[in-house]
């Protein structure tokens, strides 16, 4: 019997790149754009739902560090 709570490694890919460095690297640009941090959590809301209720700026921000963390991902 196949354990569902265990990941199915033959269709995993590990990256050197994480989501924890996407999430830094977002908070890195706003605050050297805004000035500001955006919270961990609602990075996370983000990048789950594609919903925030930030400001457009900070949305473009996260859209803008997600698509290069995408992008530096598929070129492996």
């Known amino acids: 019997m196949k354990d569902l709570?265990?990941?199915?490694n033959s269709k995993c890919d590990t990256q050197n790149e994480g989501l924890i460095k996407c999430m830094r690297a977002?908070?890195?640009?706003?605050?050297?754009?805004?000035?500001?941090?955006?919270?961990?959590?609602?990075?996370?809301e983000y990048m789950m739902t594609g919903k925030t209720n930030l400001p457009k700026e900070f949305k473009e921000i996260m859209d803008q560090q997600i698509h290069e963390f995408v992008d530096r991902v598929y070129r492996y």
Do not use: F, G, T
């Open 5 to 8: 709570m265990k990941p199915d």
């Open 26 to 44: 977002i908070n890195r640009v706003a605050v050297q754009l805004k000035n500001r941090k955006i919270d961990e959590s609602d990075i996370q």
